[in-house]
Nanobody, 126 residues
Framework: VQLQASGGGLVQAGDSLRLSCVAS????????MGWFRQFPGKEREFVAA????????SYADSVKGRFTISRDNAKNTVHLQMNSLKPEDTAVYYC????????????????????WGQGTQVTVSS
């Protein structure tokens, strides 16, 4: 599967953005999907993940209550709805696919993800 992320941009604090990640190929529904972000000069960190079926979801504490991950297996798409954005959310956001060994689970360790999109920049001004 190949991933293409989009939807980033420059917004003000308190605004919303919706990131999208479209996957090519027929096996999208067999992957858990995640969003990660990377701040300048820092390690990439987990943001949110959704299981193959969409029934299991996990969020980083820093985004709980503000971000929502969802997936549409019929459209090979995963979204990250980001509300109440803060300047500290400024980062490059990546979508990624986790083969999950066939289980309907979510995993937060980026080492589990073997397919990555190209990243989309999100900048939040104060």
């Amino acid at each position: 599967v190949q991933l293409q992320a989009s939807g980033g941009g420059l917004v003000q604090a308190g605004d919303s953005l919706r990131l999208s990640c479209v996957a090519s190929g027929r096996t999208f529904s067999t992957y858990g999907m995640g969003w990660f972000r990377q701040f300048p000069g820092k390690e990439r960190e987990f943001v949110a993940a959704v299981s193959r079926s969409g029934r299991r979801i996990s969020y980083a504490d820093s985004v709980k209550g503000r971000f929502t991950i969802s997936r549409d297996n019929a459209k090979n798409t995963v979204h990250l709805q980001m509300n109440s954005l803060k300047p500290e959310d400024t980062a490059v956001y990546y979508c990624a696919a986790d083969p999950t060994s066939g289980w309907d689970i979510v995993r937060i360790a980026q080492e589990r993800y073997d397919k990555w999109g190209q990243g989309t920049q999100v900048t939040v001004s104060s």
